[in-house]
């Protein structure tokens, strides 16, 4: 077993306001105005959000290398929904500044489905909360 990532948040004295450690890098949490917060940073599914959206954009970079292929510029946008039945979904746009033929589109979904962050949400996952 090993460790793929391992974040820290610290309180704020800020109603809903945190800071993140994550390796050498420092984020910012918090709430909307509307929820309370000061929006001084992303709020928790921002960063859900943000992480299958990189996790998106990285695998497809790295299967273009491997590839040897230049996909070019393109982006990625993902949208986290509930509606009123607490029923949750995402979804994710990846849109490139140059057209793909048919197959490179087919290509991109297959290996979209297969980004690690993906396989992630879409099976369970157990969490083990400890007190220290």
Request: proline share 6%; aromatic share 10%.
């Given at each position: 077993?090993s460790?793929i990532?391992?974040?820290l948040v610290k309180?704020?004295?800020?109603?809903?306001?945190g800071?993140?450690?994550?390796?050498?890098?420092?984020?910012?949490?918090?709430?909307?105005?509307s929820?309370?917060?000061?929006d001084?940073?992303?709020?928790?599914?921002d960063?859900?959000?943000?992480?299958?959206a990189?996790?998106?954009?990285?695998?497809?970079r790295?299967y273009?290398q491997?590839k040897?292929i230049?996909?070019g510029?393109?982006?990625?946008?993902v949208?986290?929904f509930?509606n009123?039945e607490?029923?949750?979904?995402i979804?994710?746009?990846v849109?490139?500044?140059?057209p793909?033929?048919?197959?490179?589109?087919?290509k991109v979904l297959?290996?979209c489905?297969k980004?690690?962050?993906?396989?992630?949400?879409?099976?369970?996952?157990?969490?083990h909360?400890?007190?220290?």
């Open positions: 077993m460790v990532a391992r974040s309180t704020d004295p800020a109603p809903w306001k800071e993140i450690t994550s390796g050498k890098h420092h984020f910012i949490t918090d709430k909307p105005e929820f309370g917060g000061h001084t940073g992303p709020a928790p599914y960063f859900l959000t943000a992480s299958l990189s996790c998106t954009m990285i695998t497809l790295m273009a491997h040897e230049d996909f510029e393109f982006t990625v946008e949208d986290f509930m009123k607490q029923q949750e979904w979804e994710r746009r849109t490139f500044k140059n793909l033929s048919a197959e490179w589109q087919e297959n290996v489905s980004t690690p962050v993906t396989k992630t949400l879409l099976r369970s996952l157990e969490i909360t400890t007190l220290g």
